[in-house]
């Protein structure tokens, strides 16, 4: 009896012995992995919104995953980026050759995936009488050129890639002085606009679509401006609104593509959220907050007899 007794508090000890082990082995925050540890992501400003809450479902789905999202202006995330401040950035452009090239000169090959359409919205206050305005007047307003009908065009930041998308289309180096202004955020836009009936704000349609609390109200008192697109381009034959359905049908002039750019160079959780808000949950998200997923979600119909 007292042999059969020893083998018995053996067995229960290497058993405890054993599972001890395996919760000190079990994945925690600081173990580094696709879908556990810890990562900081920067944030195109413009798009901040639904990142914002593609980490909160991802961290909320894989517990021991940490991802701190750094929101800035375009150019501050690039120039953050190559400075080593982050492994993930969700940006509107992908990497250029030289920024390329710098990365693989410290042996990290960089991993860019589109995973969706984001379409740039044209807002002014809800009591202004005009609900359209054509590319060729924004061209010309960002010339400096005059438009009777708007008095002021407002953009979020002076570094934003708004700011470089509107600068492209026009072909001018800089804003002009003439009733183009950059303010200090996409709140302020919304708030200017609200404050002055003449005016357009210029800013991304997941902030009219996903508004923070204490934008709602300033929301409720602006409209989306239909935009006619150039001669000869898609979009030519009307005045379209940033919808999902213009967006699919490259109706809408304004659109951009997102991308997520990882270079942690190993395989570490920055890569798990990358292929996260490619995969079917981040593309739902994607779908609901109003912009065009990349590939979209099915939908399954279930039919009854």
Request: aromatic share 8%; with cysteine.
């Amino acid at each position: 009896m007292k042999n059969i007794r020893v083998i018995v508090y053996i067995v229960c000890a290497s058993t405890w012995t054993v599972f001890l082990g395996a919760c000190n082995n079990a994945p925690t925050k600081d173990t580094q992995g696709i879908l556990t540890g810890r990562a900081k992501v920067l944030v195109d400003e413009t798009v901040a919104p639904i990142i914002e809450d593609q980490i909160d479902v991802f961290e909320s789905s894989y517990t021991n995953a940490e991802l701190t999202m750094m929101a800035k202006p375009e150019n501050e995330v690039f120039s953050a980026l190559l400075r080593d401040s982050a492994q993930l950035a969700i940006t509107t452009r992908e990497l250029t050759e030289k920024e390329t090239e710098f990365f693989k000169s410290k042996t990290i090959y960089p991993r860019t995936v589109r995973f969706a359409t984001d379409a740039i919205a044209v807002i002014t206050n809800k009591s202004n009488p005009d609900s359209t305005i054509s590319v060729d007047e924004i061209i010309q307003i960002m010339k400096g050129k005059p438009v009777a009908k708007v008095k002021a065009v407002v953009f979020d930041n002076a570094n934003s890639s708004t700011v470089t998308y509107f600068r492209k289309l026009a072909g001018v180096d800089k804003l002009s002085d003439r009733g183009v202004y950059a303010l200090k955020g996409n709140g302020e836009i919304l708030k200017y606009v609200n404050e002055n009936p003449q005016s357009i704000g210029i800013l991304g349609i997941n902030w009219i679509m996903q508004p923070q609390s204490a934008l709602v109200s300033y929301v409720e008192n602006i409209k989306v401006l239909g935009v006619k697109n150039q001669k000869g381009k898609p979009g030519d034959d009307g005045y379209y609104k940033p919808t999902q359905s213009n967006l699919a049908l490259n109706l809408y002039p304004f659109t951009r593509s997102l991308y997520s750019i990882n270079v942690q160079g190993k395989e570490a959780v920055g890569m798990g959220f990358s292929s996260f808000l490619h995969g079917e949950r981040g593309q739902r998200l994607i779908l609901k907050s109003g912009l065009l997923p990349d590939s979209i979600p099915p939908r399954e119909i279930i039919v009854r007899n």
